[in-house]
């Protein structure tokens, strides 16, 4: 039996973390067998490359050292846990994927998005999530959410500017497949946002068995 591979992606603030760990449980409950994992991270490896990523005191890291680190990470998280999962027919939810690498290291830092998907392609192999959730948020509110939660990590100390380029290059990607990927609005509280995922999943279910 085919598994199924699901991906959220957002700025920070908007409640992916939350979100993805709600839709697991609430696919639990109905039967589903789900691993729940993020990236970076994921597998060990994926870990310490999550620490090195986010450390604040890690400021001097340069643009490209950085790629290369998101695409290391991804290649073993799929390669030790995705893969095995989806063969052995479970539901995979992912909090960031591929598209997480090209928003931010593509439209927020502004690296060549041919270069990126040269090696999206060396580090994935062209694999991507059958269905992302994309929740959508303007980045002051989403900066302000982490702030209140006293969530801080190297990215959210980008200036304003950065984080609004990086919610457009999302928005950029979902133009352009719209089938996989899809927007969903990131306000409100957070049973209202998950019925929103939970509509989005339930429809794309029904859609790919008819």
């Given at each position: 039996m085919k598994g199924l591979f699901i991906s959220f992606e957002g700025i920070e603030g908007t409640g992916k973390t939350t979100q993805a760990r709600l839709l697991a449980e609430y696919l639990k409950a109905r039967g589903q067998d789900v691993l729940l994992t993020e990236e970076p991270g994921g597998t060990?490896?994926?870990?310490?490359?999550?620490?090195?990523?986010?450390?604040?005191?890690?400021?001097?890291?340069?643009?490209?050292?950085?790629?290369?680190?998101?695409?290391a990470s991804r290649a073993q998280h799929i390669h030790e846990l995705i893969l095995p999962a989806l063969k052995a027919g479970k539901v995979v939810i992912t909090d960031r994927f591929?598209?997480?690498?090209?928003?931010?290291?593509?439209?927020g830092r502004g690296i060549d998005l041919k270069l990126l998907k040269s090696l999206d392609n060396i580090a994935t192999g062209g694999f991507r999530p059958d269905l992302t959730c994309l929740l959508d948020l303007d980045?002051?509110?989403?900066?302000?959410?982490?702030?209140?939660?006293?969530?801080?990590?190297?990215?959210?100390?980008?200036?304003?500017?950065?984080?609004?380029?990086?919610?457009?290059g999302f928005l950029k990607l979902a133009e352009k497949e719209h089938g996989r990927i899809r927007v969903i609005d990131a306000s409100g509280n957070v049973n209202d946002i998950q019925n929103r995922i939970r509509e989005t999943v339930e429809g794309f279910l029904k859609s790919s068995i008819n």
């Open positions: 060990q490896i994926g870990k310490r490359i999550r620490e090195v990523l986010l450390n604040v005191e890690h400021r001097e890291m340069g643009s490209l050292t950085e790629l290369l680190l998101y695409n591929s598209d997480s690498t090209t928003a931010y290291q593509g439209y980045a002051e509110t989403g900066l302000r959410r982490n702030r209140g939660a006293n969530k801080i990590d190297r990215l959210e100390l980008e200036e304003i500017d950065f984080h609004k380029r990086v919610k457009d």
